[in-house]
């Protein structure tokens, strides 16, 4: 599933024009040239690798990330999206949950294609997978298991119901996208505890 998503969007990518890669992504701070830089880091960390960045970064998360960006960014669109390509079949993969690969690819994927304009029809198991995966992480590793204590999330595409509390119904992926912090696909979701998710997004 991993390696079904990276040649997805390198097949996505490949049409965008260099000046596009500029444009800001879903993440914070990045552009989608900076995400897709991200996405080959990703593809890149073995376990060992990742133990060592975190120390060099003073187990600082953020810092960390930062640096494998400023490490695998091209100089040019062209050559970053070629470096994915050469490590898009790669199965190594920090520590944590296998599944933590494919919320990486989903949700980043997003992150870069909804400000370009493009769209996936992804599958749906994949979907599912990374938002059930998100609801028993807890957010101080990046996933949403004490925000599912204050919320239900309803899926109205895929047979899924998660948490407690006032129900968000929506498509599966903008629940996944909206329980990792992404504002942009709140409006694609109802329901009494939209105003919880909002709060914690």
């Known amino acids: 599933m991993v390696h079904a998503e990276r040649a997805a969007l390198i097949d996505d990518l490949a049409r965008v024009e260099d000046e596009r890669w500029l444009e800001p992504s879903l993440c914070d701070g990045w552009t989608v040239h900076d995400v897709l830089a991200h996405l080959v880091d990703n593809a890149r960390t073995t376990r060992l690798g990742f133990v060592k960045g975190m120390v060099l970064a003073r187990f600082d998360f953020d810092r960390q990330n930062r640096r494998g960006v400023e490490r695998e960014r091209g100089t040019t669109p062209r050559e970053t999206l070629e470096r994915f390509r050469r490590v898009s079949s790669r199965r190594s993969a920090p520590p944590g949950a296998l599944d933590s690969r494919?919320?990486?690819?989903?949700?980043?994927?997003?992150?870069?294609?909804?400000?370009?304009?493009?769209?996936?029809?992804?599958?749906?198991?994949?979907?599912?997978?990374?938002?059930?995966?998100?609801?028993?992480?807890?957010?101080?590793?990046?996933?949403?298991?004490?925000?599912?204590?204050?919320?239900?999330?309803?899926?109205?595409?895929?047979?899924?119901?998660?948490?407690?509390?006032?129900?968000?119904?929506?498509?599966?992926?903008?629940?996944?996208?909206?329980?990792?912090?992404?504002?942009?696909?709140?409006?694609?979701?109802?329901?009494?505890?939209?105003?919880?998710?909002?709060?914690?997004?």
């Open 102 to 201: 494919l919320v990486e690819e989903i949700v980043h994927g997003e992150d870069i294609r909804r400000p370009l304009g493009l769209s996936r029809a992804y599958p749906p198991d994949a979907v599912v997978r990374s938002l059930r995966l998100q609801a028993r992480t807890p957010v101080s590793f990046g996933g949403a298991k004490e925000l599912l204590t204050r919320v239900r999330l309803t899926a109205t595409d895929a047979d899924l119901t998660l948490g407690t509390g006032p129900e968000v119904n929506g498509p599966a992926l903008s629940l996944l996208l909206a329980v990792t912090g992404r504002r942009a696909v709140l409006d694609d979701l109802h329901g009494p505890g939209v105003a919880t998710l909002s709060a914690g997004a």
